[in-house]
């Protein structure tokens, strides 16, 4: 009875050990910029290793979140977490950064317009501080 035991526990050990092995940590890219995106986006196209893209492009491979000013990445496809961010950042772009591109037609005007996109990111990924404001 003895052995029926420890042979049941030891499956069960080995079946947690290769249970282990196949645990996959899903990381991203995170790039500085629109085009340092669109650069690691083309280079993985061709079929470049990751490693050789984000030493093109500038871009990075995180396991957690993208931290400024690497804000620009890829969620997986699949994911609803994508799509929530995707229809949050173009509610929010096209409600308050609209009213801005009257501007848009100076410097001045375009800086305010990225500021507000980045805002929007901000807010959308919950990296928004609360400020408060003493008059």
């Known amino acids: 009875m003895e052995a029926v035991k420890s042979l049941i526990v ?3 050990v080995l079946g947690l050990v290769l249970q282990h092995e196949h645990i996959q940590v899903e990381a991203k890219s995170c790039c500085p910029s629109t085009t340092a995106r669109n650069i690691y986006n083309s280079c993985r196209f061709t079929g470049a290793s990751r490693d050789k893209c984000c030493k093109i492009s500038g871009c990075k491979i995180v396991d957690g979140k993208c931290k400024p000013p690497f804000i620009h990445h890829t969620l997986h496809p699949d994911s609803e977490e994508s799509d929530v961010l995707d229809f949050c950042k173009l509610g929010c772009t096209s409600s308050v950064c609209s009213n801005m591109n009257t501007f848009a ?26 400020v408060t404001v003493a008059s």
Do not use: M
Request: aromatic share 6%.
């Open 10 to 12: 030891c499956v069960l």
């Open 105 to 130: 037609g100076n410097e001045e005007g375009n800086h305010a317009v990225d500021r507000c996109n980045e805002a929007c990111y901000r807010f959308c990924t919950n990296e928004a501080e609360i």
